[in-house]
T-cell receptor
Framework: EAGVVQSPRYKIIEKKQPVAFWCNPISGHNTLYWYLQNLGQGPELLIRYENEEAVDDSQLPKDRFSAERLKGVDSTLKIQPAELGDSAVYLC????????????FGPGTRLTVL | KNQVEQSPQSLIILEGKNCTLQCNYTVSPFSNLRWYKQDTGRGPVSLTIMTFSENTKSNGRYTATLDADTKQSSLHITASQLSDSASYICVVSAGYNTDKLIFGTGTRLQVFP
């Protein structure tokens, strides 16, 4: 069984440029999460989807970040425009949405903003 | 404020030795506590999940303990291997029937031959 797939694995862009990350969750997982992880820190939740609905986006900086999960399967996270402080690893995770809500993480996308 | 603190921040041990990582939390209401292993450049992988009523849970050479009274957990690694070199993150689920997770900052473990 394939795990959570993310692409690209690495991205280097100049500040003020747009960037997008893609995530395909484990088949059958209706809950999808996007996390941001800074170096030496634990992941921080950006947004959580139940199927195609964003049920928790309180930590998403909506002035420059957007996300979508149009068909309730794969998802895209976008930053426009990127800032130097956005350099981090962006992790996607998925779960079945049942207790204990075990989350399975993808390998992440490492973003470097120059 | 819900918080998860881990110690030590980093640890170096020799291959074959045992080690114990600590986690203290102030999360309410408490649902469950997880330990994740994160290899460099990879996403976190779950090692154990413990609910309020569980005191200990093992996964191979990894044994996690939970004291819900003192709000402390530990992860003990037995007979360490080079492949154990990774960050170990303690995560607490806040609330009943919820997937809201509070992450610690992790302990960076390095195992040398």
């Amino acid at each position: 069984e394939a795990g959570v797939v993310q692409s690209p694995r690495y991205k280097i862009i100049e500040k003020k440029q747009p960037v997008a990350f893609w995530c395909n969750p484990i088949s059958g997982h209706n809950t999808l999460y996007w996390y941001l992880q800074n170096l030496g820190q634990g992941p921080e939740l950006l947004i959580r989807y139940e199927n195609e609905e964003a049920v928790d986006d309180s930590q998403l900086p909506k002035d420059r970040f957007s996300a979508e999960r149009l068909k309730g399967v794969d998802s895209t996270l976008k930053i426009q425009p990127a800032e130097l402080g956005d350099s981090a690893v962006y992790l996607c995770a998925s779960s079945l949405g049942l207790l204990p809500h075990e989350q399975f993480f993808g390998p992440g996308t490492r973003l470097t903003v120059l | 404020k819900n918080q998860v603190e881990q110690s030590p921040q980093s640890l170096i041990i020799l291959e074959g030795k045992n080690c114990t990582l600590q986690c203290n939390y102030t999360v309410s209401p408490f649902s469950n506590l997880r330990w994740y292993k994160q290899d460099t450049g990879r996403g976190p992988v779950s090692l154990t999940i413990m609910t309020f009523s569980e005191n200990t849970k093992s996964n191979g050479r990894y044994t996690a303990t939970l004291d819900a009274d003192t709000k402390q957990s530990s992860l003990h690694i037995t007979a360490s291997q080079l492949s154990d070199s990774a960050s170990y993150i303690c995560v607490v689920s806040a609330g009943y029937n919820t997937d809201k997770l509070i992450f610690g900052t992790g302990t960076r473990l390095q195992v040398f031959p």
